[in-house]
């Protein structure tokens, strides 16, 4: 059984390791990772799944602006391929879920398979468009989840990158 803990630093390089293998190098030229571009993670949301001394798994989240109005986007989640579909995946995003609830965050999007990430409460954003995403995106896979009733549903408008922070690139968290 996986241990879930928060990342530390000397956990990133593996962390981001794990995600590499999961999504390649194309993974640079989706619309999610621009939106991650300059930005640092949330570090208190930035989680490993961990069993015996080797991580497993990775877990972390942006801030965002959605019309101005602060959210997280949850990604990338990634788990090593040896331990795909063992509900690692999910205890991560149910733990940090709970964990950003608790801290205060009200809303969470992603893009990504609605009945992978379903399983953890996400649902399609209707209507398609009230939330927009810059570049190209499938909107069917645009899911969103309120952590306070009614959160996602009060906003609208353009996905923005919430602050820049200088020197940190799309595929690092860089951790505290």
């Known amino acids: ?4 803990r928060r990342e530390a630093s000397s956990d990133t390089a593996v962390a981001d390791a794990i995600v590499a293998a999961a999504f390649g190098p194309g993974r640079f030229a ?3 990772y621009r939106l991650r571009e300059g930005v640092g993670c949330v570090a208190e949301l930035s989680f490993v799944a961990e069993e015996g001394a080797r991580i497993v798994g990775t877990v972390r989240y942006w801030p965002v602006l959605i019309g101005g109005k602060a959210a997280l986007m949850l990604g990338p989640i990634a788990i ?18 709970a964990e950003a609830k608790k801290i205060g965050h009200r809303a969470v999007i992603l893009v ?7 399983r953890a409460g996400f649902a399609r954003i209707q209507p398609v468009g009230r939330i927009t995403m810059p570049g190209p995106v499938d909107y069917a896979r645009l899911l ?11 906003m609208a408008g353009e996905v923005r990158k919430a602050r820049i922070t200088a020197t940190v690139a799309a595929a690092g968290c860089a951790l505290g």
């Open 80 to 97: 090593v391929a040896d331990r795909q579909g063992q509900g690692i995946a999910l205890a991560l995003m149910q733990t940090t879920l």
């Open 112 to 118: 990504g398979d609605e009945p992978y990430y379903g």
């Open 30 to 32: 989706k619309s999610a």
């Open 144 to 154: 969103g989840l309120s952590l306070v009733d009614g959160a996602l549903e009060a």
């Open 1 to 4: 059984m996986a241990v879930i």
